[in-house]
Structures are given as structure tokens and as C-alpha cells.
Antibody, heavy 125, light 112 residues
Framework: EVRLVESGGGVVQPGRSLRLSCTASGFTFGDYGMTWFRQAPGKGLEWVGFIRGKAYGGTTEYAASVKGRFTISRDDSKSIAYLQMNSLRTEDTALYYC????????????????WGQGTLVTVSS | DIVMTQSPDSLAVSLGERATINCKSS????????????LGWYQRKPGQPPKLLIYWASTRESGVPDRFSGSGSGTDFTLTISSLQAEDVAVYYCQQYYSTPLTFGGGTKVEI
């Protein structure tokens, strides 16, 4: 059974850092891309960024709102994807989800076939 | 950015009747290299993450009942629930993955 479990959320002051983890099980982690989304209170789903599978260079892309502050990485040996969040702002307050993206022989495709339950990040002084 | 616009915002349908949800993208999500539409549909119930129903605009995800179907190409897409069941009450979202930033429609709430 495919499972994605986010952790690492909590309350943090503006300007500080936080690292979220997405622990995967039930599939060969390295064969998939991983995407982070977030949903702020009362707002819609927002794409944060993604990381391709290692076979595709493990390259990343980010939303403009987080580029330069957030970094996505992966440890395929542990089946974990990370979201390192620096210089946090109050507007980063949201429920953060990780999701899985299928890859084929030629590319990763960024529809999300499995999602975690999310971890809540609150940025407040 | 590709803007996704869904209609209607909400929809009340009787049990067993058809529900139709529309999604329009501000630019084509049809990839010219492979003639495939980079468009997905998700179902979301309260307190849960989204669940993938349809990808490539019309391919049903494994395990999704065949009463759910997707159609359309280019900029105009439709999700159809052919015979609404009680468990289909949810909010439905389209999402394009043709280009970054990945973007979602605003959602359509389906009620009985």
C-alpha cells in the first residue's frame, strides 16, 4: 500500500526556518517525482514545487512565491522527500501536502496520484 | 501562468442523475509533441487530501468507478459523473500540469 506521511510542521516565528519531511512507503521511491503543495486557511491549493526522480537528474522547480527561500531535496535511500523552508513569512502559514508523481522512461509527469494527509505550518510571532 | 476556470461553482444533482463540471484553461494544455492534454481531475472530501480521478484529460485512475469520465482537448474540458452516488458529494478540481506553476481551478462543489 502506498503511503505518504508528512511531518515537521509546527509554530515558528517569522524569519525562522523549518524542515518538513515526507516519508514514503509501499513503492520504489526513487522511480517517482515528488511535489509539495500547500493550502492556506480559506484559500485554494497552491503548488510549492517539485523534484524529479534521480533518473531525470533530481532537478527541482519552485513557485515564484517561495523561490530562493524553499528547497526541495530527496534521500532515496530513506524514501524521504524534504521541504526546507527558510525566511518564513506569515503568508507561508498553511497545511503542507506532499504527493507522488509518476515517471516513465522519458519524463516525470506532474499529476499527483497519491497524497499525504498534510502537516500544518503556522508562522506567527 | 495558466489560469484554470471552473464552472459552475456548485451543482446540486439528484441521486442517479448526471453531473457535468467544466474547466477552461487560459492557454492550451495540449502538448504538440505527443498530442496529449496535460489535465487532471481530483475529488476532495472535507478533511482529506485530493484524490486523483482522471489524468491526461480522459484516463481514469485505477480503482476509480467508471461513472467518472473526462473529456475535452486544448482549453476546454469536462468531468462527467454519469449517475451520481451519495459518496460522490465532494469538491472537484481540475489541474493543469502542462507548465509550471502547476495550477488548479477554483473547484466545483457537488451536492445531492
Amino acid at each position: 500500500e502506498v503511503r505518504l506521511v508528512e511531518s515537521g510542521g509546527g509554530v515558528v516565528q517569522p524569519g525562522r526556518s523549518l524542515r518538513l519531511s515526507c516519508t514514503a512507503s509501499g513503492f520504489t521511491f526513487g522511480d517517482y517525482g515528488m511535489t509539495w503543495f500547500r493550502q492556506a486557511p480559506g484559500k485554494g491549493l497552491e503548488w510549492v514545487g517539485f523534484i524529479r526522480g534521480k533518473a531525470y537528474g533530481g532537478t527541482t522547480e519552485y513557485a515564484a512565491s517561495v523561490k530562493g527561500r524553499f528547497t526541495i531535496s530527496r534521500d532515496d535511500s530513506k524514501s524521504i522527500a524534504y521541504l526546507q523552508m527558510n525566511s518564513l513569512r506569515t503568508e507561508d502559514t498553511a497545511l503542507y501536502y506532499c504527493s507522488r508523481n509518476p515517471c516513465t522512461y522519458d519524463a516525470c509527469y506532474f499529476y499527483s496520484d497519491y497524497w499525504g494527509q498534510g502537516t500544518l505550518v503556522t508562522v506567527s510571532s | 501562468d495558466i489560469v484554470m476556470t471552473q464552472s459552475p461553482d456548485s451543482l446540486a444533482v439528484s441521486l442517479g442523475e448526471r453531473a457535468t463540471i467544466n474547466c477552461k484553461s487560459s492557454q492550451s494544455v495540449l502538448h504538440s509533441s505527443n498530442n496529449i492534454n496535460y489535465l487532471g481531475w481530483y475529488q476532495r472530501k472535507p478533511g482529506q487530501p485530493p484524490k486523483l480521478l482522471i489524468y491526461w484529460a480522459s484516463t481514469r485512475e485505477s480503482g476509480v468507478p467508471d461513472r467518472f469520465s473526462g473529456s475535452g482537448s486544448g482549453t476546454d474540458f469536462t468531468l462527467t459523473i454519469s449517475s451520481l452516488q451519495a459518496e460522490d458529494v465532494a469538491v472537484y478540481y481540475c489541474q493543469q500540469y502542462y507548465s509550471t506553476p502547476l495550477t488548479f481551478g477554483g473547484g466545483t462543489k457537488v451536492e445531492i
